[in-house]
Each structure stands twice: as C-alpha cells, then as structure tokens.
C-alpha cells in the first residue's frame, strides 16, 4: 500500500492538470465578451485564481477612474503582479493611460482583444468628451458619429478603425453605412465644408473594411435623381432601400452631389463592384448635361480628377474645349502637387492628350498647349516629330513641287518643328532621339537651302530676262519709227480715245 501511495497523487491531480487550460479558455472568452462577472463566477465556483481576470478588472477600474483601489486591490493579491512605478505614479499625476497599457502588457495573449477594447474605450472618451463607463454602453454607431464629427476628413481615422475592429461579434455593417453616409452627406452640406482628398476618402471609405458597397449604396440613396433613375432602370437595387425621411428629401446642391458621387465611387472601386461602378458613370453621364445648363463647369473638372474612368468620361473633355474652358483643367497641370496626385495627374493629361488626338488632330496649339501644362515635353516632341515626318512625306520626290514657294513654306515649317522636338526631347532626357532630331533639322535645312538657292536664281534669271526685253525693242529696233510716229492711244471704258 506505502508503494502505491507516490502513484495516487498524480491520479488525483491529474484530472486538475487537464482540465485548467480549458478552464482558463472558458475565462478568457468570457472577459473578452465582456462578461467579467460570469467569469468570475466560473473562476470562483472551481476554486481557480486567474491572474487574467484579475488584470481585467484592474484595467476596468483604472480606465473608469479608480486607479488607487485597482492598485490596492493588485497588490492584496495572493501574487500581486510586478507593478510599474512610474506608471503608478504619472496615474497619480492624471495620466492613467500608461498605467492601463502597462496592466495590459502584463494580461495573457488570451484576452488581448479585452485589453485592446478598454485601450480603444479610453481613447474614445477622451476624444468625444464621455465620461468612459458610457462609452461602453453606447451603441457603436453613434460613437463613430461622434469621433467623425463635425468634419470627418479632419478626423482621427486610426480611432475610428481602432473602434470597429475590437468588438468580439460582428457588427451591422449596414447600420454603420448610414451612419457614414450621413456624417458624410453632413460634412458637404455643414459650414467649412471642402472637396476631400483622395488619401482621405480611401480611409473614410475603408473603415467598414470588405463592405464597402454597402457605403457607395447608402451614400447614392442620398442623391433622390439616382433613386429614381435607377427605379426607372430596374426597380429598386437592393440594399438601397431609402428612409422615409430620404423619400421627402430635396436635392442636394451640385456640389455636394458630386462629392457623394465621387465617395461611392471609391466605396465601390475598393469593393471591387464593377457593375455599380457602371451604373454610377451611366447616370453621371446624364447629370453632366445639367450642370452644362448650369455653367457649373469647375464640376466636370473634379470629376475628371477624382474618377479616373476616362474612356467613359472622355466626352466631358470635349464639353470643356467646345465652351472654351479647357483653361480650367489646365491649370491643374501647373500646380505642384505630392507623387499620388501627380501619378494621378499623368493618367489625366494621357487621356487628354489622346482625346485631343483623336478629336482635335489638326489644332497643333492646344495640343502643345496641353503638353507644356502637364510637363510632357518628351511626348511632346514625339508628337513634333510626327508632325514634321508627315509634313516631309507630303512633300513627295518631285523637284518641281520641292522647288517651288509652296514646298519651301514647308520645309521651313519641318525645320521649325525638327528644332522644337529636338529642344523637348533634350528637356526629356531623350538624349539619343534629341541626336536624331538634330540631324533630320541638318538635312532639312541643307535642302532647304538648296531650295532658296534654286529659286533665287530661277528668280534673277526672270529678272534678267526683263529687263532684256527693253533693249531688244529700241530705238534702232525695226518699226520704231513707226512706232514713234503713231498718235499716243489710251484705253478706257468707253473705247480707244487719241491725244
């Protein structure tokens, strides 16, 4: 029996041993829920002391302003916690958030999610101004409405996608896209309101993560033109049921419905909703003649910039150029701008140029016009080039269509563009199209000079032949005294009159 003694510890502990990780799960998942009371029922009732749960509701206590009991409290514990002096003492100070991020760095990977939630609730009520036991009792919605007001562009977006992602069950994405959506639509309409960058609009947009649809549904159910227009097309789209209050809603101001439009575009481009992106540019295309009949021709111009479908938007270039205010887009070109905006600026002036191209091929000015805005001296002097080659082809081989006014008005036009190319192409660092150029303006004004030559002598020899003409006709002439002894005859309208 004494032998067997030694075994029948193990026994006993054993099913202990087993069952306390499993126990310690049970907790964990109960904190991070949120449910710290029915954890500690759950600790309590098999007699377990969870260090876990003791930090938990130490970070409860400090976050809500009690730092002093939660320490007391830590340190009455049968292991208190290694404590961090300086955290303790800047809490005294009123500086509680290091002494919640060092009890959180002492807590198990197994309830971090709770650790994050109280990090997050603490800086959510300092940010709104809420005491932080509200915080955790209001509904997400109105918290994220909160942190994105009064502008959302001005917004802490770190925060707000800090607040989404530490709730442990998942959120009504559709609820949180009217929230975003309204303080949206607000922002355009509210006093100090701007165009939004499109760093900014990416980040508002991301914050309901792979349901961004569902922000590009709820923000176009604002615009009352594309509910109807899309329940003429094919009834109502689901997901974009209005409010009642939506119903009765008047039409938003041109400006603001263009940024609204521009917001669900990039809600959809993220979601990758390629037909909603179709059915947004549809009715685009039909509200631009709207805002022609309104002369608001500055909103064609940040379409262009912020939606960057140009082979469906590329009529909206020639609006701008058959009413003269190409000017407008132009201007962009000369402004200084950071790399994404500029990479952006690029696909813009690429797309004007070949609409340009395309439409407005004989308009040599605007299309240099273009090129210099936007920096493009190398294109440029491809396209000088192209010009000059076209205009020596036309040229032909004949020597008398060469030799002749029409031909050196040409080959002096080939030389200018061959000059003016291989200016650009040195500006663009086309080093060895810069040499080329240069030789094709050599041969052209080689001939050219042939040309000038030739026709300064065909010109002399005129000349020469003129002024020949007088002396072979003189006074020794035969029939110059006849001639002299005739009656000098002036012609007019009514007939021959003799003086």
Same mark, same amino acid.
């Given at each position: 029996?004494?032998?067997?003694?030694?075994?029948?510890?193990?026994?006993?502990?054993?099913?202990?041993?087993?069952?306390?990780?499993?126990?310690?799960?049970?907790?964990?998942?109960? =904190?991070?829920?949120?449910?710290?009371?029915?954890?500690?029922?759950?600790?309590?009732?098999?007699?377990?002391?969870?260090?876990?749960?003791?930090?938990?509701?130490?970070?409860?206590?400090?976050?809500?302003?009690?730092?002093?009991?939660?320490?007391?409290?830590?340190?009455?514990?049968?292991? &208190?916690? &290694?404590?961090?002096? %300086?955290?303790?003492?800047?809490?005294?100070?009123?500086?509680?958030?290091?002494?919640?991020?060092?009890?959180?760095?002492?807590?198990?990977?197994?309830?971090?999610?709770?650790?994050?939630?109280?990090?997050?609730?603490?800086?959510?009520?300092?940010?709104?101004?809420?005491?932080?036991?509200?915080?955790?009792?209001?509904?997400?919605?109105?918290?994220?409405?909160?942190?994105?007001?009064?502008?959302?562009?001005?917004?802490?977006?770190?925060?707000?996608?800090?607040?989404?992602?530490?709730?442990?069950?998942?959120?009504?994405?559709?609820?949180?896209?009217?929230?975003?959506?309204?303080?949206?639509?607000?922002?355009?309409?509210?006093?100090?309101?701007?165009?939004?960058?499109?760093?900014?609009?990416?980040?508002?947009?991301?914050?309901?993560?792979?349901?961004?649809?569902?922000?590009?549904?709820?923000?176009?159910?604002? =615009?009352?033109?594309?509910?109807?227009?899309?329940?003429?097309?094919?009834?109502?789209?689901?997901?974009?049921?209005?409010? &009642?209050?939506?119903?009765?809603?008047?039409?938003?101001?041109?400006?603001?419905?263009?940024?609204?439009?521009?917001?669900?575009?990039?809600?959809?481009?993220?979601?990758?909703?390629?037909?909603? =992106?179709?059915?947004?540019?549809?009715?685009?295309?039909?509200?631009?003649?709207?805002?022609?009949?309104?002369?608001?021709?500055?909103?064609?111009?940040?379409?262009?910039?912020?939606?960057?479908?140009?082979? %469906?938007?590329?009529?909206?270039?020639?609006?701008?150029?058959?009413?003269?205010?190409?000017?407008?887009?132009?201007?962009?070109?000369?402004?200084?701008?950071?790399?994404?905006?500029?990479?952006?600026?690029?696909?813009?002036?690429?797309?004007?140029?070949?609409?340009?191209?395309?439409?407005?091929?004989?308009?040599?000015?605007?299309?240099?016009?273009?090129?210099?805005?936007?920096?493009?001296?190398?294109?440029? %002097?491809?396209?000088?080039?192209?010009?000059?080659?076209?205009?020596?082809?036309?040229?032909?081989?004949?020597?008398?269509?060469?030799?002749?006014?029409?031909?050196?008005?040409?080959?002096?036009?080939?030389?200018?563009?061959?000059?003016?190319?291989?200016?650009?192409?040195?500006?663009?660092?086309?080093?060895?199209?810069?040499?080329?150029?240069?030789?094709?303006?050599?041969?052209?004004?080689?001939?050219?000079?042939?040309?000038?030559?030739?026709?300064?002598?065909?010109?002399?020899?005129?000349?020469?032949?003129?002024?020949?003409?007088?002396?072979?006709?003189?006074?020794?002439? &035969?029939?110059?005294?006849?001639?002299?002894?005739?009656?000098?005859?002036?012609?007019?309208?009514?007939?021959?009159?003799?003086?």
């Amino acid at each position: 029996g004494a032998a067997n003694a030694p075994d029948r510890v193990p026994e006993q502990r054993g099913p202990q041993c087993e069952l306390l990780p499993f126990l310690e799960t049970a907790i964990s998942s109960l =904190i991070n829920c949120d449910e710290t009371s029915w954890a500690g029922q759950l600790a309590s009732g098999f007699g377990f002391e969870s260090s876990d749960l003791r930090l938990a509701r130490a970070m409860e206590m400090v976050a809500s302003g009690h730092h002093r009991e939660a320490l007391s409290e830590l340190r009455a514990a049968p292991q &208190p916690p &290694p404590l961090d002096v %300086a955290a303790a003492e800047a809490a005294e100070g009123g500086d509680v958030e290091r002494l919640l991020q060092s009890l959180s760095t002492q807590c198990s990977s197994r309830i971090s999610l709770y650790c994050r939630r109280r990090m997050v609730f603490f800086s959510v009520s300092r940010a709104i101004g809420m005491d932080y036991c509200e915080v955790s009792q209001v509904d997400i919605g109105e918290l994220l409405d909160r942190l994105l007001s009064p502008q959302p562009y001005v917004a802490d977006m770190v925060l707000c996608r800090s607040l989404l992602a530490c709730y442990p069950r998942p959120l009504n994405k559709a609820a949180l896209a009217q929230v975003l959506a309204s303080r949206f639509l607000r922002s355009t309409l509210g006093p100090g309101a701007r165009e939004w960058p499109e760093d900014k609009l990416d980040e508002f947009v991301s914050l309901l993560g792979s349901s961004q649809e569902q922000l590009g549904d709820a923000a176009l159910c604002r =615009i009352p033109n594309f509910r109807q227009s899309s329940a003429a097309e094919d009834g109502k789209v689901f997901g974009m049921l209005p409010t &009642p209050e939506e119903e009765g809603q008047e039409e938003l101001p041109f400006e603001c419905e263009v940024e609204v439009l521009i917001m669900a575009y990039h809600a959809y481009v993220q979601a990758c909703r390629e037909q909603s =992106i179709g059915e947004l540019l549809r009715f685009l295309r039909d509200r631009v003649d709207l805002y022609l009949d309104r002369r608001r021709f500055p909103l064609l111009v940040r379409l262009l910039v912020a939606i960057p479908e140009y082979h %469906a938007m590329e009529y909206m270039f020639g609006h701008l150029v058959h009413h003269g205010r190409l000017d407008l887009l132009l201007e962009l070109g000369r402004g200084k701008q950071d790399s994404c905006a500029a990479a952006r600026k690029t696909a813009l002036a690429v797309a004007l140029v070949r609409y340009l191209q395309d439409h407005f091929p004989r308009n040599l000015e605007l299309l240099v016009q273009v090129h210099l805005c936007f920096n493009m001296e190398a294109q440029l %002097a491809c396209l000088l080039e192209h010009k000059a080659q076209k205009l020596v082809h036309g040229l032909g081989r004949k020597w008398e269509r060469i030799c002749s006014e029409s031909g050196e008005e040409q080959l002096i036009m080939c030389l200018s563009l061959y000059l003016q190319c291989s200016r650009f192409f040195l500006q663009g660092k086309r080093y060895q199209r810069h040499f080329i150029a240069n030789e094709c303006a050599a041969l052209i004004s080689l001939q050219l000079k042939a040309v000038q030559i030739h026709l300064a002598a065909s010109l002399q020899e005129q000349q020469n032949a003129k002024r020949e003409a007088p002396e072979e006709g003189g006074p020794d002439a &035969p029939g110059a005294a006849a001639s002299a002894s005739l009656p000098e005859v002036s012609l007019g309208s009514g007939g021959a009159k003799a003086e």
